[in-house]
């Protein structure tokens, strides 16, 4: 059954670094997308990404943050100088349509980052 | 704008006996409705969807849910517990955004613990 995948599971960086979080999606998916969940808290929705463009994004995305579809396979999230509350479990989802009323995420694993 | 509430934090349940896990949403329009398991370490896995259709949904794993919309709720039940269940279990809606987008919105989450 395809998957989503995540690499790394576990990113460790000193604060002010920049961190590139890889994902590749399902392989016939369109839409694509990123969430975090800092430990405690709610899974929250950051990004969404169809046609080599952001879609929509949330007020946690700001400035510091940028996706990529670099090549045709892989789906990327980066944080160009990371803080210590960006310190959280990020994860990757596809689906194969926008959000339409039937349509499905599908997510990864996803990817622990602790800034230090 | 929309929310969704899971009552429980923690549920703990012996091997054999009934599952209840209990989600609440708010939604301004027909929101879908959705159980995702998240097994450690694992990716978060779509158990089963509300989508307007009929109000009893079956998933996988002999988990279901029944959308009360004079309620506003979306329990999840399954009627004998395996201790593979041992997972957090998030309910999630997906309703129409100001923008004219669709988002999903997470609850914080309800760990089953299955006891032997």
């Known amino acids: 059954e395809p998957e989503v995948t995540q690499t790394p599971s576990h990113q460790v960086t000193q604060m002010g670094q920049e961190v590139i979080l890889r994902c590749v999606p399902i392989s016939n998916h369109l839409y694509f997308y990123w969430y975090r969940q800092i430990l405690g808290q709610k899974v929250e929705f950051l990004v969404s990404f169809y046609n080599n463009e952001i879609s929509e994004k949330s007020e946690i995305f700001d400035d510091q943050f940028s996706v990529e579809r670099p090549d045709g396979s892989n789906f990327t999230l980066k944080i160009r100088s990371t803080k210590l509350e960006d310190s959280a479990m990020y994860f990757c989802?596809?689906?194969?349509?926008?959000?339409?009323?039937?349509?499905?995420?599908?997510f990864g694993p996803g990817t622990r980052l602790t800034v230090l | 704008a929309q929310s969704v509430t899971q009552l429980d934090s923690h549920v703990s349940v012996s091997e054999g006996t009934p599952v209840l896990l209990r989600c609440n949403y708010s939604?301004?329009?027909?929101?879908?409705l959705f159980w995702y398991v998240q097994h450690p370490n694992k990716g978060l896995q779509l158990l089963l969807k509300y989508t307007s259709a009929a109000t009893l949904v079956k998933g996988i794993n002999g988990f279901e849910a029944e959308f009360k919309k004079s309620e506003t709720s979306f329990h999840l039940t399954k009627p004998s517990a395996h201790m593979s269940d041992a997972a957090e279990y998030f309910c999630?809606?997906?309703?129409?955004?100001?923008?004219?987008?669709?988002?999903?919105?997470f609850g914080s989450g309800t760990r089953l613990q299955v006891q032997p």
């Open positions: 989802a596809s689906s194969g349509q926008s959000l339409t009323t039937t349509d499905t995420q599908y």
């Open positions: 939604s301004s329009y027909s929101p879908s």
């Open positions: 999630v809606v997906s309703d129409w955004m100001d923008t004219g987008r669709r988002a999903l919105t």
